[in-house]
């Protein structure tokens, strides 16, 4: 059965500065290359940095091979296929948070983040434009879904790409540490933690998760990247808080031996949701 | 769980995050070295140890800035601080500084005496800043930051603060746990810029209550009667709250007056850590 070796470079990007975190991506490439990584992730805005406020517009680049970093970038993808993120810039000057998933030298499909979180520490909503659709799409490994830090604290979110075929879920982001405890793990680790176990054992996926590391304006940002299996076990780890490429190999037989253990999917009732969101929507 | 069980944190976990977050931030803006004035308190010994830890000691300059009524213990404590963490010091005496115009100003109250002293100290401190090398690390912790409890351009001056986000029950903890003297940690905290002045003496109350009760309301958002209804006293509620908003403008930079479509205090919106 069909083998995938994957990596998610958790790494440290440079606050606003383009050309210096292009090279960070090249040398991570060369790194999994060696490796024989066959899909590498990199975090949320992992071209840009994230507490970027005015930067927005300064970093932003069109999700087109006219912009020289995805230019490198695609051309980089022969090799192996890539995620990353990026601040997008569309025709008409909306900017978003965007990941762009590249293949032999093609973008494949680009997701705008859905869920801005603007509270607490977050202002994304007062800086950015909101994407409007979660879908699902074809790589030459498997049926992948893209969701983007605050997607994935919404359920809907990875329900939706899973209706549309998603069996690996790719998440990225640039989560800030926060909550302290007598625990080993800060609060906000241990809740993604949870959530992205829950994904994988609810929606019988693989559910990969690259976070980034570093400090910006005071933030830190805790790393923990993680690798689900579809049975809901955590296939790899990378450290807290450090720069890091975890390289792990996705058995996609796991997805067809959970699922006839397990057959979630096929007993899901999209339909009977479909009636009684309707429902709700109609009395709202 | 109780709320001092609540208020426990990883030591572990704490002092990576910090010790990181000390070592990133002078980095990125091209410094190797920190300075702090360093009291022989919880507070700043407990920066000196991060800082130390984070730098390498010998990197970290430790200032002590006695006033002639400093208590003896303070300056002790300091000693002990710099030799555990191996970082070099210097003692400058701010009495000769500040008589001239204590003399010209011989009605002065205890609080503008006070502040005096403070300021004095932050104009030494960011004077070897620049012939040190290094930036300055701050020491006031969360709950004076929330109470309002330290002179604004005085101690509360700094350019990276590891303890700002840790309560004074927190900052014990943490102090205990990177190996600050028992002494140290367990003295009644005092701003000692007067003989027998004591922190908890001043405020009214003990930095285990009002922690406890600032972690309510800041932290887990309780309302004011939802606080007293936890078992807080109404007065004392009222008054660590009136606390917090009359200082407000403590934590803040000077307000700007807008009069253009765009100004640094409101819509010019940078990032600190900008391009690093």
Same mark, same amino acid.
């Given at each position: 059965? =069909? ?18 975190? /292009? ?15 066959? /899909? ?19 970093? =932003? ?13 695609? =051309? ?8 990353? #993120? ?20 093609? +973008? ?16 994304? #909503? ?32 990875? !329900? ?5 075929? =998603? ?11 926060? #909550? ?18 829950? !994904? ?13 590391? #570093? ?11 993680? +690798? ?18 975890? +390289? ?25 949701? !479909? ?10 | ?20 977050? *000390?070592?990133?931030?002078?980095? &990125? ?37 006695? @006033? ?11 000693? $002990? ?22 003399? $010209?100003?011989? $009605? %002065? ?6 502040? %005096? ?8 401190? @960011? ?35 590891? *303890? ?5 029950? $927190?900052?014990?903890? %943490? ?67 009136? &606390? ?33």
């Amino acid at each position: 059965m =069909a083998k995938l070796k994957v990596g998610l470079a958790q790494i440290s990007p440079v606050l606003g500065d383009v050309q210096k975190n /292009l090279q960070l991506h090249l040398d991570r490439i060369e790194e999994a290359r060696q490796h024989k990584v066959q /899909l590498l992730c990199f975090p949320e805005l992992s071209l840009t940095g994230y507490v970027l406020k005015d930067l927005v517009p300064d970093v =932003a680049m069109v999700a087109a091979e006219s912009a020289p970093a995805m230019a490198e970038l695609l =051309a980089a993808s022969q090799s192996m296929d890539l995620l990353f #993120g990026f601040v997008e810039e569309d025709h008409r000057h909306r900017y978003y948070i965007s990941a762009a998933y590249l293949s032999q030298g093609r +973008i494949g499909h680009v997701h705008r983040k859905v869920y801005l979180p603007t509270y607490a520490m977050f202002e994304e #909503g007062r800086y950015l434009a909101t994407g409007d659709r979660f879908r699902a799409f074809d790589t030459r490994f498997a049926r992948v879904g893209v969701l983007i830090c605050e997607d994935f604290w919404h359920m809907s979110s990875p !329900y939706a790409l899973w209706l549309d075929g =998603a069996d690996l879920l790719l998440l990225m982001s640039a989560s800030p540490g926060r #909550g302290l405890s007598p625990e080993a793990a800060l609060g906000s680790s241990r809740s993604v933690e949870l959530m992205n176990q829950m !994904y994988a054992t609810f929606l019988t996926d693989f559910v990969l998760h690259c976070n980034r590391v #570093g400090f910006e304006d005071g933030l830190n940002f805790w790393g923990g990247s993680t +690798i689900f299996g579809p049975d809901g076990v955590l296939v790899a780890q990378a450290p807290y808080f450090e720069e890091s490429l975890l +390289i792990a190999t996705l058995d996609l037989g796991a997805l067809r031996r959970v699922r006839i253990q397990l057959p979630l999917l096929r007993d899901e009732r999209p339909d009977v949701l !479909y009636r009684e969101l309707r429902r709700k929507v109609r009395e709202q | 769980m109780d709320i001092a069980t609540r208020l426990l944190l990883n030591t572990e976990v704490t002092r990576r995050v910090l010790v990181a977050f *000390l070592r990133r931030e002078l980095e &990125r803006f091209g410094f190797k070295k920190a300075v702090l004035a360093l009291s022989g308190g919880v507070d700043s010994s407990l920066s000196c140890f991060l800082a130390a830890e984070a730098l390498g000691g010998e990197n970290v300059l430790a200032l002590l800035l006695p @006033y002639r009524t400093s208590a003896p213990e303070s300056a002790e404590h300091a000693r $002990q601080v710099i030799e555990i963490t191996g970082a070099p010091s210097k003692t400058i005496d701010i009495t000769p500084m500040l008589e001239p115009y204590f003399e $010209q100003h011989p $009605q %002065m109250s205890d609080v503008r005496r006070g502040n %005096m002293m403070a300021r004095m100290r932050m104009i030494v401190l @960011y004077d070897h800043s620049v012939h040190w090398n290094g930036l300055v690390v701050g020491t006031s912790n969360k709950t004076e930051l929330l109470l309002g409890y330290g002179t604004l351009y005085g101690d509360m001056a700094s350019a990276v603060n590891p *303890l700002g986000d840790l309560y004074k029950t $927190q900052v014990r903890q %943490m102090a205990r746990a990177v190996g600050v003297p028992e002494a140290i940690v367990q003295k009644p905290p005092s701003a000692d810029l007067w003989a027998g002045q004591t922190d908890e003496g001043e405020l009214g109350f003990t930095y285990a209550e009002v922690d406890k009760l600032l972690y309510l309301l800041v932290d887990e958002r309780y309302g004011p009667e939802e606080a007293i209804a936890a078992g807080f006293d109404a007065r004392f509620v009222k008054e660590v709250i009136r &606390r917090v908003r009359t200082s407000q403008f403590k934590r803040m930079p000077p307000i700007i007056a807008k009069v253009s479509r765009r100004d640094v205090g409101h819509d010019f919106l940078y990032p600190r850590d900008w391009g690093t």
